[in-house]
Structure formats: C-alpha cells, structure tokens
C-alpha cells in the first residue's frame, strides 16, 4: 500500500501540486489523468523519490517504489541483459541473474536479451524500461506515460504484464492523457488539474462525475472547464 | 562505493563500444602531443637555400701564418644549419627562390679568395670578402628565418677564421717577444726576439766604460725592451678577447633551466592530459542524462556526488594510462627522469583528476553531449594558451590577469609539478600538487551544484 499525504509542490510562486492526498492498495491499478501541466508526472516523480515535496508526506519508502519514466532510461550501447543486469545490481537484488531472467521473461524479451539496446524498436525499448522498473519485484510501480507512443499491438503487451503483475499484487499508479486507456486498464482514477485533485474515484464514477456523452473526452473537457480548468 | 563500481563497469563497457569516440579521444590528444612535441623538440627542418660558389676550383686557398687554408672549409660550416642546393649561377639561384624551391641563397664572388688573401696578407689595399644573400620577402617570418639563420651561420665562420688569425697574430707576436723562425718571402728568417734583445743589451751596457755617452741611451732602449717583453706576455688574453670581446653568463631567477625539448614533453603530456580528462567527464556525465538514465539513478541507486565521483574516476583513470603511455612512447626522443618517476606518477594523477572535475562541471553545465564536448573543448584550448604566455610578452596587468585566470584551471599546475619531476629538476612539487588538490575538490563542488539542475 502507499498513501500520500497533503503533497504540495512549489517552484517559486507557481503551485505545481496542491495539497493532494490519496492512497492506493496493493494490487490495485491507478490511474492519474489530467491535461498538460495538471501535474502527473510531478506528482510520479514525489511518489518516486525523484523530487522532494514542499510539503507533505508519502509513506512507502523509495526503494519499494519501481519507476518507469516516460521516456526509455536505459543504455543503447548495452545489451538488453546487459542493462538489466546494471540495475538489478544498482538495486541491490540478491540473485542478479534470476532477476534478470524473471524480467525476461516477464516481458517476452528472452530472445533478444543480447541485442544491443539502440537496435530494439521503441516498444521493446519501452518493455525493457518497465523491465527495469519491475527488477527489485517492487511493492508499488510507477509509470509516467507507459504506452505513449508505442503501436496498438506493443501497448496490448505492455498492458498484458502490468494486469499480471497487478493480479499479483503490486499497486500500479500510471499517469497517461488516454482516457479509454486509463478507463479500460485502471480500477480507480485521479482526475488532476493545474496541480489540484478534482476527482478520485473508479471509471464508472467519473463518467456518471462527466456526464453522459458519446464523445466522453469533449464531455471530460466540459467538465474541467466548468472546474474552472 | 558497489554502485561506483558497477556505473564504472557499465562506463567502460560503453567506451569500448564506441570505437570512434575511443579513437578520436585517444588519437586527437597523442597527434596534438606529438605535433608540439616534434614541433619544440625537433625544431624547424634544415632551411634549403640555394648555393652559387663562383670561385673556380682551386683557387679558393689563402695563406694564414703560413698554413694553407680552403675558403670551402668555411663554407662548409653554413652548411650545418641550411640544405644547400649547389647551382652555376646567381640567375638560376635567383629563379630557386622566386619559385619557393628554396627558402634563400648564398653566393660566394669570384674574388672572395683573393679579397681574403689581401686583407690577411696586409698587401695592396686590402678590401674585405662579401658573400651575397639573396631571399623573399613575401612572408616575414619566412624572411626573418631564413636572414637570422644565415646570419648567424656567416657569424660562426666569420669567428672561426678570426680565431685562426688570432692564433696567427699571437704566434707572431710569441716569435718577437721570445725570439724564432719565420716564413717571410718562402724562405725561413731568425727573428732575436724581445727577451734576447734585451739580454744583449745588458750585457753590452755591462762592457761599456762607466762615463761612456752611449750607456744612458741603450738603457733606455733596454728598457723598452723590457717593458715590452712585460706587457706582451699579455697579449694572448688580448687578442682572445678581441676575438671574443663579449662573454655571457646566463643566471635564471625563476623556474627551472629545462631543455626545450624536455618542457615540450611536459606540455605534450599535460594537453593530452587535459583534452581526454575534460572531455572524457563531460561527455560520459552528459550521457546519463541523454540516456535519460540520471533520474533513475539518483533516485535511490547512487548518490548524484557518487555519480560525478564515478565520472571523475573514469575520465582520471582512463587519462592517466594514456599519458603514462604518451610519456613512455615520447622518452624514446626525449631524455626522461625514470628516477623521479614516482614524482611525475602523482602528478599526473592529480592532475587527471582535477581535470576530471573541470570535466564534470562542464558536463553538469552542458547536459547534452555534444554541447558539453564542444564546451569543454573551445574551454581547454584557451586554457592552455593562457598558461603558456611568458613574462614579458604582454602587458605586466594584463600578465597578472593571465596569471589568475590560468591558476583557477588545472591546467599550470600540472605542466608545474610534470616539469618539475619529468626533468629531474629537483625542485618540491608539493605546491602544485596542492593547487591541483584545491582545484579538484572547488570544481567537484562547483559540478555539484550545477547538477542539481539535471532531472
């Protein structure tokens, strides 16, 4: 479980998060959305160490927190064993090469484990960052934007092995701007805007919060303008 | 300390990779070394200068103190410093120059023997031999090379034969205050000389009766002759300091008496140094955040001051095996102090790692790797201009200017203390070890600060 409290984020005078506060369990999948500058990937990167809160608390400890950045944070000179092996040890994981194979495994990238990193696609690229992200076998997994652009059939794959490792029991929170992504992949939404949380609650919920519409993104537009946002 | 050791194995793993940057990191600074090194060492090749010797064979003899000597031999002596390229006449001379071919020319008259002839012999109206020098002057620095080198090589034969017509005038004054042999006319004539004279003398006035008109004037005659043969006992020293009037004595007030080059090593070595060091740090931390791998880093894996220690080591390590090779391959030209080698070992350790700090707050800086290799590099080139500057050369304020701005980057340290120890100097090398110490840790904490900045 990770739970955050009252988290405020400032640089200077702007507020880039506002007295946020949420928690989520383990096994369950949350979704942060939100426009550009709503503050997801501030509010990722406190859950995940990489910046420290104004204020506020967050209560899991960094090194039980996986992180997947948006964009791909692994070597393109290094094999794909080769970097997964770098931060499995980096981590600190006892059986380096166990964790290695799991992550291989776990994201069907066995056969190319000795293929040098720049040589992959974007997706597999994407899939090795995840795998990174997944090595310690972390409690809580964070992902800014993990399916942003990859192709229908990659992010299927990168969906598949977040649902399974949700079902065994890690708490997955993703930030992402695809609605229908978010509603079908996620038990439970964050709705952030401008740094403020507007809404919490599960797909159902904020589409009964939204109204009901055929175009559900005009009617989430709608509901932010009319939130001042 | 086990995260270092793993981001050094990853380092390097991308390094050997990356075979054009291993080679333009290597290669860059060891042609950049060897240029200098040759260029100060070395020193310019032999100019070609064009050569007309218009005396007929033979006829280039002349007689000093009755030994035979060849005007060739002297001209032999220019030949030490210029390529000649021998030609029949001034016109083809001329067209070698005009055409760059060769660099000047030199030709010897006709009459030069003949001149020299009558100025040694005192015969007729002596008039003195003149060589003519011929060269372009489209560049200066060509025409200023080319006229010193040729003057200075005329110089040296000019003082060769006035040393021998020295010796002669010595030998000659020697017969008349001793007394001897000498040619005169190709036949051998007894010369009493100024002691035996005097002796005579003596003994003559000794015969002569007590009120005899003649004693008081050959006394004074016998005292002439004396007082000659007093004096002239000098005449060596005279003469050697009529050829030679001016002696110099060279005292150094500050620094070291270092051959050229020897310091031109220490310069090779330090540049090599520099350019890996900086650029090797800069580039490798500048990576991280192009990989964008320093987010997933710092949050946790290492330290951001283990990751800029981890950079410095790599870039301090891999530099430092370079110019230990560079000394090694450059000790086959130069004379290199292996007994102070644990003095040159320390110093360019520290050296490479305060430049390994420079490099990194470039990196930390620049963020992208090539603006932190081009930074580092339009920084490095100035950096070593500047501590090179001599005293003397620009203006004293502005020297003073040079002076801090050079001890704020590691770059005069090291040369310092590497030609402190390179040559055997003797000299401590405490001082700029201790410079490069403070250097290291102000630029690390200067890449520190600007790190923060990385997300």
């Keep these: 479980m990770i739970a955050a409290t009252e988290l405020t984020k400032r640089y200077g005078a702007r507020e880039a998060l506002r007295a946020v506060s949420f928690s989520a369990e383990p096994g369950e999948r949350l979704a942060v959305i939100g426009p550009n500058g709503a503050g997801k990937t501030t509010l990722l990167s406190i859950l995940g160490g990489l910046l420290a809160p104004t204020s506020g608390t967050v209560s899991t400890d960094v090194r039980e927190v996986g992180w997947v950045p948006q964009q791909t944070a692994v070597y393109g000179k290094l094999s794909v064993a080769e970097n997964l092996r770098l931060f499995a040890r980096l981590e600190g994981v006892g059986d380096v090469e166990a964790a290695v194979r799991r992550a291989l495994d776990d994201t069907g990238l066995a056969e190319r484990a000795d293929d040098e990193l720049s040589s992959l696609s974007g997706g597999n690229r994407q899939r090795v960052n995840i795998a990174i992200g997944l090595l310690a076998d972390p409690p809580v997994l964070l992902l800014d934007e993990p399916s942003s652009a990859l192709d229908p059939r990659h992010r299927q794959r990168v969906w598949e092995l977040l649902d399974r490792k949700a079902a065994s029991g890690t708490t997955i929170i993703f930030a992402t701007h695809d609605l229908a992504e978010a509603a079908r992949h996620a038990d439970r939404l964050l709705v952030l805007a401008e740094g403020e949380l507007l809404f919490s609650g599960t797909p159902e919920e904020l589409e009964t919060a939204v109204g009901p519409a055929k175009d559900f993104e005009a009617a989430f537009v709608q509901y932010l303008e009319e939130r001042g946002h | 300390m086990s995260g270092i050791r793993w981001l050094l194995v990853k380092d390097l793993q991308i390094l050997r990779r990356s075979p054009l940057l291993v080679v333009l990191l290597v290669a860059y600074p060891v042609l950049v070394a060897l240029l200098i090194g040759f260029a100060l060492s070395g020193g310019p090749e032999k100019p070609r200068v064009a050569f007309v010797n218009e005396v007929p064979p033979g006829e280039g003899t002349f007689n000093v103190g009755g030994e035979t000597r060849d005007a060739a031999d002297y001209a032999d002596r220019l030949f030490e410093a210029v390529e000649p390229i021998r030609v029949d006449t001034r016109e083809e001379a001329v067209e070698l120059v005009r055409s760059g071919d060769a660099l000047g020319a030199l030709i010897i008259p006709r009459d030069a023997p003949e001149r020299l002839r009558s100025m040694l012999g005192l015969?007729?109206?002596?008039?003195?031999?003149?060589?003519?020098?011929?060269?372009?002057?489209?560049?200066?620095?060509?025409?200023?090379?080319?006229?010193?080198?040729?003057?200075?090589?005329?110089?040296?034969?000019?003082?060769?034969?006035?040393?021998?017509?020295?010796?002669?005038?010595?030998?000659?004054?020697?017969?008349?205050?001793?007394?001897?042999?000498?040619?005169?006319?190709?036949?051998?004539?007894?010369?009493?000389?100024?002691?035996?004279?005097?002796?005579?003398?003596?003994?003559?006035?000794?015969?002569?009766?007590?009120?005899?008109?003649?004693?008081?004037?050959?006394?004074?005659?016998?005292?002439?002759?004396?007082?000659?043969?007093?004096?002239?006992?000098?005449?060596?020293?005279?003469?050697?300091?009529?050829?030679?009037?001016?002696?110099?004595?060279?005292?150094?007030?500050?620094?070291?008496?270092?051959?050229?080059?020897?310091?031109?090593?220490?310069?090779?070595?330090?540049?090599?140094?520099?350019?890996?060091?900086?650029?090797?740090?800069?580039?490798?931390?500048?990576?991280?955040?192009?990989?964008?791998?320093?987010?997933?880093?710092?949050?946790?894996?290492?330290?951001?001051?283990?990751?800029?220690?981890?950079?410095?080591?790599?870039?301090?390590?891999?530099?430092?095996?370079?110019?230990?090779?560079?000394?090694?391959?450059?000790?086959?030209?130069?004379?290199?102090?292996?007994?102070?080698?644990?003095?040159?070992l320390a110093a360019l350790l520290l050296g490479a790692v305060a430049f390994g700090a420079l490099g990194v707050a470039i990196g930390a800086a620049a963020r992208e790797v090539r603006a932190a290799s081009l930074l580092a590099f339009l920084l490095s080139l100035p950096i070593a201009f500047l501590a090179l500057v001599p005293s003397g050369s620009v203006g004293p304020a502005l020297y003073d200017v040079i002076q801090v701005v050079s001890a704020l980057f590691p770059f005069d340290p090291t040369l310092e203390a590497l030609d402190r120890t390179l040559n055997d100097g003797g000299q401590s090398i405490a001082g700029p070890l201790a410079h490069l110490a403070v250097l290291a840790v102000a630029w690390g904490a200067l890449a520190r600060v600007a790190v923060r900045r990385f997300g």
């Design chain 2, 123 to 344: 015969t007729g109206d002596p008039k003195r031999p003149t060589v003519e020098v011929i060269y372009n002057g489209e560049d200066p620095l060509k025409q200023s090379f080319v006229e010193s080198t040729i003057e200075t090589q005329l110089s040296r034969a000019n003082q060769a034969l006035s040393q021998e017509i020295t010796k002669v005038g010595a030998d000659y004054l020697d017969i008349i205050l001793r007394g001897g042999e000498i040619d005169l006319f190709l036949q051998k004539v007894r010369v009493l000389g100024l002691q035996r004279a005097a002796e005579v003398l003596r003994e003559v006035i000794g015969t002569l009766p007590d009120g005899s008109p003649y004693r008081d004037q050959l006394r004074q005659v016998e005292r002439f002759a004396q007082l000659a043969v007093d004096n002239l006992d000098l005449s060596d020293a005279i003469l050697a300091s009529i050829a030679e009037p001016v002696q110099v004595k060279q005292t150094v007030l500050d620094g070291s008496r270092t051959p050229l080059d020897a310091f031109a090593v220490a310069i090779a070595v330090t540049v090599s140094l520099m350019f890996v060091t900086v650029l090797l740090a800069a580039g490798m931390l500048a990576l991280e955040r192009e990989e964008h791998a320093f987010g997933r880093l710092v949050r946790g894996l290492v330290t951001r001051s283990a990751l800029l220690a981890e950079k410095m080591v790599l870039s301090a390590l891999c530099a430092f095996g370079l110019a230990v090779a560079l000394v090694a391959a450059l000790s086959l030209f130069v004379e290199i102090s292996w007994s102070s080698a644990p003095g040159w």
